[in-house]
């Protein structure tokens, strides 16, 4: 399911990256004397972001001369990565900018420019400094950080209101609670498609962030530990488990295929209470002439026994080494990444900023008053997805953990029988095939 104005169509995207793969540009006709760069991103999921982008790109225009084309990518993570592979390792000079994501720096660091010639130091400095390490492969800068996000719990206010509740649910007992509440009232009412919970259960990488979450705050661990795996818990065990029971209660059967625009659309429709998602979903809900605009909030998402936690997502923006115009693709990213830029976009409702001085500008709070919940869940109480320790491994490592938590949730097998087996498929992957470096489980 999409959201409702996506211009961009899957054909296009694979039209264009077919067109590149056999070494020529997707790009449109253009004055042969000046510079044409293609930067294709994954953020191209809402019409309002689109065109936010396109007016960066055309302020990079009027200031440099420098045209720039934007590729539309797949949805899903795991097909865009596959599609960057395919691009990067095929040689091909287009696209020249890539968007990365916060898993991607190792996977890809191979095929990417070193970016600190290209930009000062104290521009690095200014970003939070765990995401210039993230981006960080063998003391090369790979990607350059754009936007920073993390899971969050979405809710109708206005329902809540309605119900007689102050708050969000702190717990994920009191979630339960107040979205089957909330549910049973609405269908009550006459809407009898109204579910309390939505959130992504597609065997996806979007399932291995919510799983990560429901684990990690039931003090669970983070699947790998110091070096070692550490799947196979009563916590996580318990927290799967918890999930799988949602299905057909509070939460639709079909949330077994949602990705996060399909779990955002039900939400956006008036069709759920509460949904999990990143922060990217906050631009059309806030948008003029959403039926959401004014009715909802953001919070944490609910603590178990650890407390509460949200796995860390968001990109950057890294240059193809086979790029024809490294110098002119570096400039692109400095002045999206930068300082300047991201203010200016933040003035609007966005995505929030990867650099930390932002977050006290009270103009882009003004626009954005949820950055302040999303800046102290980051600096307390975020989760990393291991891919950092695990380096090119992670997508079998993710893989391997979120078909093993799909399992769960269709009812395949149980909790206790899918935790013992993805543990010991995980310790032959990292095992068998390159040991993990002891240290943070980042």
């Given amino acids: 399911m999409k959201p409702a104005g996506l211009p961009v169509s899957v054909v296009l995207a694979s039209t264009c990256i077919a067109v590149l793969l056999t070494g020529q540009a997707c790009r449109q006709s253009r004055n042969p004397s000046r510079t044409t760069l293609t930067l294709i991103d994954q953020n191209w999921a809402d019409k309002e972001s689109q065109n936010a982008l396109k007016e960066e790109l055309r302020r990079f225009t ?186 057909g209660s509070i939460s639709p059967p079909g949330v077994t295929a949602y990705k996060e625009w399909d779990a955002f659309n039900i939400w956006q429709a008036g069709r759920a209470a509460f949904m999990r998602n990143w922060a990217n979903p906050y631009i059309p809900a806030a948008a003029s002439g959403s039926p959401t605009k004014g009715r909802f909030e953001i919070a944490r998402l609910p603590r178990g026994r650890a407390g509460s936690t949200a796995t860390l997502g968001g990109n950057g923006y890294g240059v193809s080494r086979h790029s024809q115009h490294p110098r002119d693709a570096a400039m692109l990213v400095r002045f999206l990444c930068g300082r300047d830029e991201q203010r200016r976009r933040c003035l609007t409702p966005a995505q929030p900023p990867t650099i930390p001085g932002l977050y006290n500008d009270a103009e882009v709070l003004s626009a954005n008053p949820y950055f302040a919940t999303v800046l102290d869940i980051y600096r307390n109480g975020l989760t990393w997805r291991p891919s950092a ?36 498929k995980l310790m032959q992957i990292i095992g068998l095939k390159s040991p993990v470096v002891s240290g943070s489980a980042r």
């Fill in 62 to 247: 009027n200031a440099s001369g420098i045209r720039v084309e934007v590729l539309p990518a797949p949805e899903a993570a795991i097909e865009q990565l596959a599609t960057w592979r395919k691009l990067l390792g095929s040689g091909a000079t287009s696209p020249d900018v890539y968007a990365i994501d916060v898993i991607w720096p190792k996977l890809l660091a191979d095929e990417l420019l070193d970016l600190k010639p290209y930009i000062p130091a104290r521009e690095m400095a200014a970003h939070f400094p765990d995401l210039i390490a993230n981006n960080t492969v063998d003391g090369r800068l790979v990607a350059l950080p754009y936007i920073v996000s993390v899971g969050l719990l979405y809710y109708r206010a206005d329902l809540l209101h309605e119900y007689g509740y102050r708050a969000p649910p702190q717990t994920w007992e009191e979630l339960q609670v107040i979205a089957a509440r909330i549910q049973s009232s609405e269908r009550a009412k006459g809407n009898a498609d109204f579910w309390g919970y939505v959130w992504q259960g597609a065997p996806s990488e979007a399932l291995t962030c919510n799983a990560l979450e429901w684990q990690a705050s039931g003090g669970g661990g983070t699947m790998i530990e110091n070096g070692t795996v550490t799947l196979d818990n009563p916590q996580t065990i318990r927290s799967w488990q918890r999930a799988a029971n949602w299905i």
């Fill in 389 to 424: 320790v695990t380096g090119k491994l992670y997508p079998e490592v993710s893989r391997a953990y979120y078909e093993s938590v799909h399992e769960v949730l269709m009812g395949k097998k149980t909790a206790p029988e899918a935790a013992a087996a993805a543990q010991e």
